[in-house]
């Protein structure tokens, strides 16, 4: 089967950390782009960062930038979004998801805001922030 799937996600206290895995199988990430997405409770989904199929370049979101960090590991097909200094408003349900980036011109970022793009999805961990 061709999928994508995550973990680590539970109850953290405000401050504290998570590590979020992607793992893809039936396929290799190697021409992937990979993103994270989440969706809040009554809101609409968003992506929070992207890291690009080649050189790594990543790309995170206003509200993520400086305490989130996204990484790859093609030897093990697997993607991570570790989750640092987490806020009640970061509360989600957070998504994985590829996009085929072989021939793409513009960076993961661009990208990340066309939903419609993504190859493939996960069918999401939920982060709950909260003392």
């Known amino acids: 089967q061709v999928q994508l799937v995550e973990s680590g996600g539970g109850l953290v206290q405000p401050g504290g950390s998570l590590r979020l895995s992607c793992v893809a199988s039936?396929?290799?990430?190697?021409?992937?782009?990979i993103v994270w997405f989440r969706q809040a409770p009554g809101k609409e989904r968003e992506g929070v960062s992207c890291i690009s199929h080649s050189d790594g370049s990543t790309y995170y979101a206003d509200s993520v930038k400086g305490r989130f960090t996204i990484s790859r590991d093609n030897a093990n097909n697997t993607a991570y979004l570790q989750m640092n200094s987490l806020k009640p408003e970061d509360t989600a349900v957070y998504y994985c998801?590829?996009?085929?980036?072989?021939?793409?011109?513009?960076?993961?970022?661009?990208?990340?805001?066309?939903?419609?793009?993504?190859?493939?999805w996960g069918k999401g961990t939920l982060v709950t922030v909260s003392s």
């Open positions: 998801a590829a996009f085929w980036a072989i021939y793409a011109t513009s960076n993961c970022g661009v990208t990340m805001s066309r939903e419609s793009a993504m190859d493939y």
């Open positions: 039936g396929f290799t990430l190697d021409y992937y782009a």
